[in-house]
């Protein structure tokens, strides 16, 4: 049984004003973590939660909403708070309505992202580790972009797979691939943006008729991997593109580039789904070999 008036005495320190969790509903709206709705019936909070293990994981889901939530460009849920009881780790958050986005805030989207985009750092990556879903996602900084994304991207995730039992041809294809991370970035000099990181269309709804984002891995990167993952999964219209290269435009090369970014994603859903991506994986790590010939 889980504990939630502790939960809930923490709620009320942090905002100021006495919360009393008298309503306790299940949300049921994620894959990875347990999802709790605490009402006192005038105001309402979102509680991820999992085992006590994992708070290093909501620690850093926080720490990274207060960094985009700080540039008041792409808008964002502050956190309350987060923290562990004996039966859990959790990450409190405001409760609100979503629904899903109409062009109108795909056009703000595609701005805001931009703006988000404008924020840089002088290396890439960010002060700490974080996770993209449940996976451990290293961060520790690097002056090169091919660099830093070959060997904290691609090759993390090749050494992840290989210990999940996925060996033979996709190490070898991985680790071909990696060595040619610096041919295909040839000429590509990224500055180093403030990323989402985890931007698909589940992680990006509407509220009070304005985009929201959430769930974010964040990490500094090209902007174009941010893209890239808008495309991989769609529901993201003609218009947020139109609006983000209006105020953004991307360079030319994009079109493989993506794939090398997206390849990053499918190979965290083939560590935490499983073989059902493997194929995938392989053609888009052929694919990118076959445009340097290789």
């Not at 320190?13 to 999802?35: C, D, K, M, W």
């Not at 899903?100 to 700490?128: C, K, N, V």
């Not at 041919?183 to 590509?188: A, E, F, Y």
């Not at 794939?259 to 990118?288: C, D, E, P």
Request: charge should be negative; hydrophobic fraction near 40%.
């Amino acid at each position: 049984m889980i504990g939630w008036g502790a939960i809930a005495q923490q709620i009320s320190q942090v905002t100021g004003t006495p919360f009393v969790a008298r309503i306790v509903r299940e949300a049921h709206i994620s894959a990875l973590n347990h999802t709790t709705v605490l009402s006192d019936g005038a105001e309402s909070y979102f509680v991820k939660h999992n085992d006590p293990g994992l708070i290093e994981m909501f620690r850093a889901e926080a720490l990274g909403l207060h960094e985009i939530a700080n540039t008041l460009t792409v808008r964002i849920a502050r956190p309350v708070c987060w923290g562990t009881t004996e039966e859990i780790s959790y990450l409190v958050l405001p409760y609100l309505e979503l629904s899903a986005r109409t062009q109108s805030d795909d056009i703000e989207l595609g701005h805001t992202l931009a703006a988000l985009h404008a924020r840089h750092s002088p290396y890439f990556g960010w002060y700490r580790d974080n996770t993209i879903g449940t996976t451990s996602q290293v961060n520790t900084p690097h002056a090169d972009w091919a660099a830093f994304f070959r060997d904290r991207r691609i090759l993390f995730q090749l050494d992840l797979a290989c210990k999940n039992g996925y060996d033979g041809a996709l190490q070898e294809l991985g680790h071909r691939l990696a060595e040619a991370v610096p041919v295909l970035l040839k000429g590509h000099k990224p500055t180093a943006s403030l990323l989402h990181g985890d931007l698909w269309s589940g992680n990006c709804l509407a509220h009070n008729e304005r985009p929201i984002v959430f769930d974010p891995a964040v990490y500094y990167g090209d902007r174009e991997a941010d893209l890239a993952m808008t495309e991989l999964f769609g529901g993201f219209s003609a218009a947020f593109y139109a609006a983000y290269e209006e105020a953004a435009p991307l360079g030319s090369g994009y079109r493989v580039r993506k794939t090398l970014y997206n390849l990053y994603h499918i190979l965290n859903h083939l560590n935490l789904a499983g073989r059902g991506y493997l194929g995938q994986a392989q053609r888009m790590m052929t694919q990118l070999l076959a445009e340097i010939g290789h």
